[in-house]
C-alpha cells in the first residue's frame, strides 16, 4: 500500500465530510430557526397545499395527502487500495401518506442492477391488520429488513447478505399487537428470477416464496423468528458472492434441486446506551436426483449468523442527530451438507460436502455529524477454516478496513 | 449329551468367529494388496465401472472440446473412490461419442489419490484402428529400458452400460517421475504441437519456448527458472561447434536415454513421435532437479507399429538434435548399437510377435462388442492383421537398414559407458542375446515407398 495514496484518500474523505458537514449543519440550523419562528410554514402553494423545507422536502394537501421527497447518496473508501472511492446506492425516492389510510414508497436507485428498489402500496385496515402489495424486502432477518443508511456497520453480516432473500414482488399481510408486543409478518412472493445459476431455462418462472415472520417485543428485549419456503429449479449453488476475493471458491458450486427453506432467530436487547443484537440464519437446499447415480443428497446447509454490540459514547441513547457509537461484532458463515459420513469431497454431487467457514471481526465507529451526513470506519478480520483441509488454498487471516460516508436527505 | 452339545456350543461359535475374521481379514488382505500395478497388469483385461449423473454424461459427450471436470464414481476390483474428477481428454483424438476421459482423483479433493496414483488416463484408441498398438508399443518402450507409461486394457461401463474399450494409461506426473526416474522433484513439462518444430533454436525471448512446453510439475516456479534450461539446451543443440557437442548438450540433455527412445521409435515404426513426419510430437521433458539434465519421455503411441517398412531415417535430416547427434561418431555409433539392441529385444523369443498376438487375443470379445467405436469390426480384424504383420518383418527390415546405413558397427564401447537404463520395479526386461546376429530376423532389403501422412490440422 502506497502510503502517499492512502493518505490522499484520508484528505479526500476529510475534505468531502467537511464540505457536507458545514453547509449541511447551517442549513439544518436556519431550518429549525425558520421552524421555530413559522411553524413550518415556510412556503405556502394555496389551495390547502403545504410545501415544507424540514428533513427533505415534503408537500402536504390538507389532511389527505403528504409526500415526502428523499435522495441518499453513499461512498464507500478502501483504506487499503488505491482505486479511491467508490460511489454506491445513490437512491432518490418519494414516500407518503394518502388519505390517513395507504402509505406508499417508491425508491429508484441509479444503478443498472434492479434499479427499482422499493416500489408499494401498504393499506392500513386495522393497528392489527395491514396490507401491503408490491416490490419490497421479504420479511426475513432483522438486518436485511434494516435499511442501508440505518445500519451499524458497513456492511450486513455476510450470513444475512448470502442467506436472506432479496426484494420480490408479492403481496404481505402484517400488523402489530396492543402495546406492540408482538408483530407478524405474512406474505406470498413471486419469485422473479432463479436464484443461482440454472440448469434449465424455465427456472422459477411463475414460482411462489412463501416467507413468515413473528417478532414478540417483551420490554427492552425483542426476539423474532421467520422462515420461508420456495421451489428450488435445478442448478448450481455457491457462496461465490463471499468467498471469491481470493479464487478461493470460484468453482466450488453443488448441484441442488427441490426445496429451499430459510429459519432465522433473531434477538435484540437495549439498555441505556448499550444496544446487542443477534441473528442465527439456515438455509437449506434440497438435493433430490443429484448424486452420480441421480439418487438423492442429503440437504446442502448454508448457516451462519452475528453477534453485535454497539455503545453509544456521544448522543441521546435514543434517537439523536449527533452521535457517536462504537460497535464490534463476531459473523460466521459457512457452508456444509446435512450429512457427513463418506469421504469430504469439495465436489459438485459429493454427499459429505467438506465444510468450510468464514468468521469475521468488525470493529468500527459511527459519527451522526448531523441529520443528514453519516461518515462509518470499520476494520475487519477475516479468516477462513476448512476442517477437512482438502482444499488446496485456505488464505491466510486478513485485515482490512473501510469508510463510508452517507447523505441522506 | 445335551450337556456335551452345550458345552461345545461356545467353542463352535467361537470357530465360526475366527472363521469369519479370517475371510473378513482375507478379503481385506486382497483388497489391500491392490497396487497400481495390479491396475497396470496387462496379462489382464480390467473392468472399470463410472458411475457418473446421466445430466453430466450427457454434457461431457455435448462439450467433449472442452476440459470441463464431473464429479463421479469409479470402481474397479470392488474397490470404490468417490468423487473423482472426470474430464474430455486428448488432442485429435476427442470425440463426443466415444469419449477419451481423465480420472482425477485429487480435483475434488487435495491429495486424492487411487493406488498412489493422482489422475488415470482412459484412451478411447480412436485413432488406431487395431486398438493394440499403444498398448504394446508402450510395453516395448518399457521392456527396452526406456521409462514409459504403464498401460493395461479396460473395458468400461458408464452408470452400468458398456460405453466400449479403454486403454487405462498410467498419467505421466510427478508421481510417474518418481517411479519411473526417481525423482519427484524435477521439473515435467507437456510437449504442445503447435506447428512442425524440430528442435532449432528460437531465440533469446522466454515466451517463444512457454507454448510449446506446457508445465505439469513446479507450475508455480518463475517463468525463468522452468525456461531458461529449455532456452540454454537448444541454444547448446544448435549453436555448439561439432567438436564440443557431446559435452556441452551432454550436461543439459540425457544423450544416451534420448537415442535410445529414438531407436525404440525406430523399431516400433512411430511416425508421430519425437521424430515424426511433422516435427517433434508426443513426449515429455523431465528436468532432473540435482542435475538440471532434461530426458525426453514418450507419450501417445497410437501411430506406431504402422508401416513394416517405413524409414528408419525420415525426419531425422530434419531434426536439428538428431541430425547433430548423430554427426558426433560417437553418438551415431551408439545410436547403431541401440538400433541393434531395439531389434534384437523385439525378436527375442518371438516377443513383439506374440505380444501382438496376446494384446489381440484378450481384446477381441470386447473389441467386437464395443458398440460405440468408429470402425467395423472387419476394419478391426484387418489392422490387427497389419500389425502382426508388421511385427514379424519389421525387425529384419531395421537391421537391414542398420547394417546398410551404418555399415553393421556397433560401439560396444560407448553402450558400455552410457548410462544404463533405470530398471524400474515390477518391470523386467528382455534377456539380450548374443550379438551382433538376429536369428530370427529375415534379411530383406526391398524398400518400399515410404508411407505418406496427411498434414496436421
Redesign the interface.
Known sequence: MNSSNRARNVACAGAFIVTLAVPAGVLAQTTSEEQTTSKGTSTHDGEGGVFRMGNSPSLRLGNQVRIDLHARVQADVSLQEESGAAWGNRRIGVDGVLFKRVEFQIEREFSDVEPWRDVFADARVHRALRIRAGHFKVPFSMERTTSDFDLDFISRAAAVIDISPRRETGIMLHGRGPRRFFKYEFGVFRLAEPPLKPLVESGTDGAMLTAARFTFTPGTASIGVAFTESPLPEGLHGLSGHFDDDGLLSSEDFYVNGRRRRLGVEGRWTAGRLSIKGELLRQADSRKGESVSNSDLSDLIVDGGYLSGVWRIVGSPRRSRRAVDVAARFERLGFHSAAQSDAPSVGSRAEYIAPLRQDAWTFGGTWLVNRWVKVQVNAIRESFVDETRIRPEIPQARWRSLMRLQFAM | MTLMSDLHAPSRVIRAACLLAFLLLLRAGSVGAQTASTLFDDRVLHTLQI??????WDRLRITYLENDYY???LTWNGIRV??V?VRSRGRTSRSGVKPGLEIDFA??????QFLGLQALVLDNMLLDKSMIRERVAMAFLRRFGVPAPRESFATLFI?GQYAGLYAMVEEVDSGFAQRALGDANGALFEYRWLRPYYGEYLGDDLDLYRPLFEPRAREYDSVFNLYDPIRELFRAINDTPAGSFRDAVGLRLDLAAMLRLVAADVLLAEADGIVSFAGMNNFYLHRHSTTQRHQFLPWDKDFALFQWNYQITDGTSQHALIRRALEDPELRSLYAGFLVEAVESATDAGWLEQEVQRAYEQIREAVLADPVKPYTNEEFEAEVAVVIDLARRRPAFVLSEVQRLFGGRESRTLRAQADPPRQVEGESRGRRPPLPQCRRCESRTTIDAPVQFEARQ
Request: glycine share 16%; charged share 15%.
Open positions: 458411475a457418473i449423473h446421466s445430466r453430466d464429479p463421479a464414481d468417490t468423487n474428477g480435483h475434488y479433493s487435495t491429495g486424492g452408470n
